[in-house]
């Protein structure tokens, strides 16, 4: 059974700092991976998206790596801004039986960026 | 685009009333699926449609749970009678899924605000 763990639970920094946030799951048949951003009383925004072949992606101040074989994946914010307080949740496609493309969650990291 | 759109937005009932929930995916999107948020479960995955037809309702909790999408462009989960355990943020997703038989993925999930559900 997949399961997706994310480290640390909650972050709390200064602003400027460059931080990383942790998934892992435990198996390494998936589609994707998804990194999502959650605001409080929101929905789930789309950060980034690394399908199953690739090893990374960059969107402006943000950098997704994949390592398929080890089970992990890290979001690079680099710079971080009170604004980009919030949860971020990781997301695995996993292929498992049915090809049913199902998204496994983590619990999510909650950062808090202080001014 | 609109985006995914949800409604109600908030719904507040009692006990064994009958709750359903609405949602619109995106134009185009050919996947839709329905999740709960709560704070002891996180998000799980309820019931996950492609091309209109149900995949996988595996995660629907029991029999009082349902959902349906008539079209492409609509989908209902209703709970019917509602329990104070129900109580949670129901969310709808969409996405555009390729296909390719065992190559076939799922695309990049696009997320409505929520629909969240109080039962007294």
């Known amino acids: 059974k997949q399961e997706v763990t994310q480290i640390p639970a909650a972050l709390s920094v200064p602003e400027g700092e460059n931080l990383v946030l942790n998934c892992s799951f435990t198996?390494?048949?998936?589609?994707?991976l998804q990194w999502f951003r959650q605001d409080p009383g929101k929905g789930l925004t789309s950060l980034l998206l690394?399908?199953?072949?690739?090893r990374e992606q960059t969107s402006g101040r943000l950098n997704a790596s994949l390592d398929k074989s080890s089970g992990r994946s890290t979001l690079y914010i680099a710079a971080s801004q009170p604004g980009d307080s919030a949860t971020y949740l990781c997301?695995?496609?996993?292929?498992?039986?049915?090809?049913?493309?199902?998204?496994?969650f983590g619990q999510g990291t909650t950062l808090q960026v202080k001014p | 685009d609109a985006g995914v759109i949800q409604s109600p937005r908030h719904e507040v009932t009692e006990m064994g009333q009958e709750v359903t929930l609405r949602c619109k995916p995106i134009?185009?999107?050919?996947?839709l699926f329905w999740y709960r948020q709560t704070m002891m479960r996180g998000l799980e995955l309820l019931i996950y449609?492609?091309?209109?037809?149900?995949?996988?309702d595996s995660g629907m909790p029991e029999d009082r749970f349902s959902a349906k999408m008539p079209n492409a462009s609509f989908s209902t989960l209703k709970i019917q009678p509602s329990e104070p355990r129900d109580s949670a943020v129901y969310f709808c997703?969409?996405?555009?899924?390729?296909?390719?038989?065992?190559?076939?993925?799922?695309?990049?999930?696009?997320f409505g605000e929520g629909s969240r559900l109080t039962v007294l």
């Open positions: 997703a969409s996405s555009l899924r390729t296909s390719g038989g065992i190559f076939a993925n799922t695309g990049e999930l696009f």
């Open positions: 198996d390494s048949a998936i589609y994707n």
């Open positions: 690394i399908q199953s072949s690739q």
């Open positions: 997301a695995v496609s996993h292929r498992g039986s049915g090809n049913t493309g199902k998204l496994i």
């Open positions: 134009s185009g999107h050919n996947s």
């Open positions: 449609f492609n091309n209109n037809v149900p995949i996988d």
